[in-house]
């Protein structure tokens, strides 16, 4: 499975983005989707994750609420709409793919995808 994040930019907070993540693979549809972060000079973490057929979904509790993830297997994408945007949502965003669940840690990755950059100015 391959990867490719797009969407990030820079905006105001209290803005919002949608940011896409494009797959392909045949058996892309049976994995699991996430999304992670990393910000200038902290470690990685978990945003939010998808289980292959949305039933069940996980959140970073510093996201909830404001960020949704969605996924449309037939389009083989990912979504995070991500709403509200403050400062500290400032980070490269990557999307990876999980073969298990739940997926709520980069150790449970199998692939990432090229990050996009959200930048938020206060």
């Known amino acids: 499975v391959q990867l490719q994040a797009s969407g990030g930019g820079l905006v105001q907070a209290g803005a919002s983005l949608k940011l896409s993540c494009a797959a392909s693979g045949r058996t892309f549809s049976s994995y699991s989707l996430g999304w992670f972060r990393q910000a200038p000079g902290k470690e990685r973490e978990f945003v939010a994750a998808?289980?292959?057929?949305?039933?069940?979904?996980s959140y970073a509790g510093s996201v909830k609420g404001r960020f949704t993830v969605s996924r449309d297997n037939a389009r083989h994408t990912v979504y995070l709409q991500v709403n509200s945007l403050k400062p500290e949502d400032t980070a490269v965003y990557y999307c990876?793919?999980?073969?298990?669940?739940?997926?709520?840690?980069?150790?449970?990755?199998?692939?990432w995808g090229k990050g996009t950059l959200v930048t938020v100015s206060s």
């Open positions: 990876a793919a999980s073969s298990g669940w739940p997926f709520v840690d980069a150790s449970g990755t199998n692939y």
């Open positions: 998808i289980s292959w057929n949305s039933g069940d979904i």
